[in-house]
């Protein structure tokens, strides 16, 4: 049926472009390795899953709308104030919510040239305008950024570490930047790979002094829960109290609420994840330096491999295709030259280490 021509929806709707997943599968290869999401390779931990399965008895039963439990073992475990954690579907609605509460038309919100698509996808979904800021040497440039806003910016969103370049702003850049900003003007620190840094308070000492900061944080990563669903976000009150008039009153299920609660409080099985994810790491980004495909250190789960053309990253990508394993191709974020590759287990970092390096052989 036609759509009747007067039926619109909101400005900016029709500017965004659909957010692109990494690919889990491909053609004709059964022993597939995905290494283009930046998933934990072994997934959640035991007892994460038991908390899950026992979630199971009560699921005709409403989710709780405060999340009270998991605010508290939230605080509890990085020593934070319980009432100004909000629990969102996944951090992306937290970022999402940011928008909606704090952007309008007319305004405009800053991301930065290699920033997450989803700053600018919930920034038009507001119908606010994205500012896109460059990067300097593939970190955020805190100067750049200061320059460009304006008295309508109204968010400045910034991932530490970043996605895709696994780069880090240090605290006291984080911290010129939150002075830097205009006095109507809210700083967003994305800590989706905050867990993998070691000694890393994703920006919490900033919050406590400031009135114009918050930070995101995601259960998708180190937790290995990006199927189910669980985020949460950090700020003054003022801004926590806004948030929790528009989120969904159930907006996470009881499932997502009970295994978030018992993964955050495994603080054994996170600490393993963030040093076997460091060991791997540096390994894999030296067996790539020794093929001739440099990158910069990444903080994260992952390294932003660079290669000498986007021909010569496209024929990589290519190659590990044809050998079942799938890595991210971020032209989007403006690196075309470029292979993102999320840290997998031993094996997996061996098989990729050795594909790349077999590819660079051939076509020395
Ligand atoms: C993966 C990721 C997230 C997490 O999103 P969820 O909605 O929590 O799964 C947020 N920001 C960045 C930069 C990411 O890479």
Redesign the pocket.
């Known amino acids: 049926m036609l759509m009747a021509s007067n039926i619109k929806p909101q400005p900016g709707i029709m500017d965004i472009t659909l957010y692109q997943g990494g690919v889990s599968t491909v053609d004709g290869v059964q022993n597939v390795l995905k290494l283009s999401?930046?998933e934990n390779p072994g997934g959640p931990s035991d007892l994460t899953k038991d908390a899950f399965s026992r979630a199971a008895h009560d699921l005709h039963r409403y989710p709780s709308t405060d999340h009270r439990s998991l605010r508290e073992a939230i605080g509890e475990i990085w020593s934070l104030n319980p009432e100004r954690v909000i629990c969102?579907?996944?951090?992306?609605?937290?970022?999402h919510l940011m928008c909606q509460a704090f952007a309008g038309v007319g305004d405009e919100v800053i991301h930065t040239e290699h920033?997450?698509a989803?700053y600018r996808i919930s920034t038009l979904a507001a119908g606010a305008t994205p500012v896109e800021v460059k990067e300097r040497n593939r970190t955020v440039d805190v100067d750049a950024i200061l320059a460009a806003c304006t008295p309508k910016t109204k968010l400045v969103f910034i991932?530490n570490p970043?996605?895709?370049t696994g780069t880090m702003l240090g605290a006291s850049e984080v911290a010129r930047l939150a002075e830097g900003l205009p006095p109507q003007a809210i700083l967003v620190l994305?800590g989706?790979?905050a867990e993998f840094v070691e000694d890393f308070d994703a920006g919490l000492a900033l919050i406590e002094t400031r009135g114009n900061v918050v930070m995101?944080?995601?259960?998708?990563?180190i937790y290995g829960l990006?199927g189910l669903?669980?985020?949460w976000g950090y700020g003054p009150q003022m801004v926590i109290d806004v948030l929790n008039r528009i989120r969904g009153p159930f907006n996470l299920s009881g499932a997502a609420l009970a295994a978030a609660e018992a993964a955050v409080r495994d603080v054994e099985h996170t600490a393993k994840c963030r040093s076997d994810n460091a060991h791997w790491r540096d390994w894999l980004a030296q067996a790539l330096a020794k093929s001739g495909v440099p990158s910069d250190i990444s903080k994260a789960n992952f390294i932003l491999a660079r290669f000498k053309s986007e021909d010569e990253a496209l024929a990589c990508n290519a190659h590990l295709l044809s050998e079942g394993i799938i890595v991210r191709h971020p032209k989007g974020y403006g690196f075309p030259y470029c292979l993102r590759i999320t840290i997998g287990d031993e094996s997996a970092c061996r098989r990729v280490a050795h594909a790349i390096a077999t590819f660079k052989e051939a076509t020395q």
């Open positions: 999401s930046n969102g579907v996944g951090s992306d609605e937290i970022l920033g997450f989803l991932a970043a996605n895709p994305d989706a790979y995101t944080r995601t259960f998708s990563k990006g669903r669980i985020g």
